[in-house]
């Protein structure tokens, strides 16, 4: 037992660290766009019909580190300041699967190819999705309103709102599902056998399937799933089988599908369901057909991962700041 903890720690440890300066830039760069382009600048671009529209909504949701809860919020205020359905369900999908953040850490796990192609697929998922509502999602409700812009930085210097927002506000969203899938991924790299992925489920389109039916119902936010994703891949999992998870978590939970249900209705919602299961799907097989190699890759690149003396230090610090948030959102009174 204490061997099987002290090898769940070095794993842990040494996840944490590669990944550590990745997630931190992701952090500063997100604090950037906050600034940069805030709420009220996004919202004021997603309203009218046709096509454009629903492509900016999608362009503007990809690197914003917002997850499937977070994004219910934000997209229910586009849709009340006069974004249409279409626009709407746009970002709704291309938003909590990515984000600068998780870009900057599948970039640190999963290598380049995934880190292109995760927000790439959010994309055009979130393009498909757009335009199936648009033509397929019943009439448009009229929910527009009419209010004074709430995104002032008054009384606040730029620089402690995008601090504020990078190493505060960022890390209490996902603080408590980073450490978590941190965790998993450790007792699944010591606990699971190798290559028992690829033996017990296979590597085609039924591992795919299976992770789909897995990742729908949960709630698994776009950063912390990509240490979960490298360690199923080091024990066999196909990459693509991983995509279809690292899409189908993050982009669906029960609770917000319920939320999408109840404000844009049962069409809507059933579109939005099938987009998300098509293109995992798809982008699932694209992958695998693509980059035969990228598994054996993977593996290697995890099985060999050190810690160098700044990744040790940034490991500390973002262990800090991570702690820091599940503090400030769940244990200060």
């Not at 997850?67 to 849709?79: A, T």
């Not at 709704?92 to 995934?114: A, K, R, Y």
């Not at 024990?235 to 982009?251: N, Q, W």
Request: aromatic share 8%.
């Amino acid at each position: 037992m204490i061997n099987f903890l002290q090898s769940v720690l070095t794993d842990f440890w040494a996840t944490i660290g590669q990944m550590s300066p990745y997630l931190l830039l992701g952090f500063v760069v997100a604090g950037i766009l906050k600034v940069i382009i805030p709420t009220s600048f996004v919202q004021r671009h997603l309203g009218g019909k046709g096509i454009w529209p629903i492509i900016k909504s999608s362009l503007f949701g990809v690197p914003l580190p917002l997850c499937s809860c977070g994004v219910i919020p934000v997209s229910m205020s586009l849709h009340k300041r006069g974004a249409g359905k279409g626009a709407t369900v746009a970002f709704l999908l291309s938003t909590p699967q990515t984000g600068v953040d998780s870009i900057f850490v599948t970039l640190s796990l999963l290598g380049p190819v995934f880190m292109v192609f995760r927000p790439v697929a959010a994309l055009i998922t979130g393009i498909i999705g757009g335009i199936a509502v648009n033509l397929f999602g019943g009439k448009e409700s009229v929910t527009s309103e009419t209010r004074e812009d709430q995104d002032s930085l008054e009384n606040r210097s730029k620089f402690m709102t995008g601090f504020k927002h990078a190493f505060v506000v960022l890390p209490r969203d996902i603080g408590l599902a980073m450490l978590i899938g941190l965790l998993a991924a450790a007792v699944i790299s010591v606990a699971v056998p190798d290559d028992f992925f690829a033996e017990k489920i296979g590597t085609g389109i039924g591992a795919m399937i299976l992770m789909m039916f897995l990742g729908i119902p949960v709630y698994v936010c776009a950063t912390a799933s990509v240490p979960v994703a490298v360690a199923l891949i080091a024990k066999g999992l196909s990459p693509g089988a991983a995509l279809v998870f690292l899409m189908t978590g993050p982009a669906t939970n029960a609770a917000a599908f319920a939320i999408l249900w109840k404000v844009l209705g049962r069409r809507t919602a059933i579109i939005y369901l099938l987009t998300v299961i098509v293109c995992a799907l798809a982008s699932g097989l694209i992958i695998d057909g693509m980059f035969s190699g990228l598994g054996g890759q993977i593996q290697n690149h995890y099985h060999k991962m050190g810690i160098s003396p700044l990744e040790h230090i940034s490991a500390v610090i973002l262990l800090i700041v991570l702690c820091f948030g599940v503090y400030k959102k769940y244990l200060k009174l």
